[in-house]
Antibody, heavy 120, light 106 residues
Framework: EVHLLQSGGGLVPPGGSLRLSCVTSGFTFDTYAMSWVRQAPGKGPEWVSDHIPSGDIAHYADSVKGRFTIFRDKSKNTLSLQMNALRAEDTAVYFC?????????????WGQGTQVTVSS | DIQMTQSPSSLSASVGDRVTITCRASQGIINSLAWYQQKPGKAPKSLIF???TLQPGVPSKFSGSGYGTDFTLTISSLQPEDFATYYCLQYNNYPWTFGKGTKVEF
């Protein structure tokens, strides 16, 4: 059974940094693309970033490009999102998600979500 | 960016009703369209991908159709557990974009 267990959220002041982690199990981590999706309070989901293992390619939403970095630790089956220069508008629940294929594709599994609040 | 226009934004329905939600893309996305169900305080759940393919384990009362720019999600006979918010997602072009959601209420 696929599990995506997230950690690392919290309260951070504007300009601060935070790292989110997602420990995966139940599937071969190397053979699936992974992504981060966030959802601000009362809003719909917003795609943030993904990592495609075939080619070691990362994509980012314009709103986070240059501030966020997605990476994976194959030895720990863990996906991470390093978030720097955080802004109030980054406040959201962040979901780690698995994509259906090694090359990308639709989301098939979601983590439980972790709250990130950017406020002074 | 591709805009996903979802309608209606909310609807009132009763148990046993047939419900249809639509999503229109601002440009063609072939069949790269997925549907998700979200209940309050929970992570979304994947229902359909490639416009019409059910995720494993999703009951057949859910169905999807469409190609190009116009897509629909249909729930054939609404049950109490189906009251939730539904979102579409296009994954044909970066950045991926979601619809604003349809809240299905009693």
């Amino acid at each position: 059974e696929v599990h995506l267990l997230q950690s690392g959220g919290g309260l951070v002041p504007p300009g601060g940094s935070l790292r989110l982690s997602c420990v995966t199990s139940g599937f071969t981590f190397d053979t699936y693309a992974m992504s981060w999706v966030r959802q601000a309070p009362g809003k719909g989901p917003e795609w943030v970033s993904d990592h495609i293992p075939s080619g070691d390619i990362a994509h980012y939403a314009d709103s986070v490009k240059g501030r966020f970095t997605i990476f994976r630790d194959k030895s720990k089956n863990t996906l991470s999102l390093q978030m720097n220069a955080l802004r109030a508008e980054d406040t959201a629940v962040y979901f780690c998600v698995r994509l259906r294929y090694i090359t990308g594709g639709p989301i098939d599994y979601w983590g439980q979500g972790t709250q990130v609040t950017v406020s002074s | 960016d591709i805009q996903m226009t979802q309608s209606p934004s909310s609807l009132s329905a009763s148990v046993g009703d047939r419900v249809t939600i639509t999503c229109r893309a601002s440009q063609g996305i072939i069949n790269s369209l997925a549907w998700y169900q979200q209940k309050p305080g929970k992570a979304p759940k994947s229902l359909i991908f490639s416009a019409s393919t059910l995720q494993p384990g999703v009951p057949s009362k859910f169905s999807g159709s469409g190609y190009g720019t116009d897509f629909t999600l249909t729930i054939s006979s609404l049950q109490p557990e189906d009251f939730a918010t539904y979102y579409c997602l296009q994954y044909n072009n970066y950045p991926w974009t979601f619809g604003k959601g349809t809240k299905v209420e009693f």
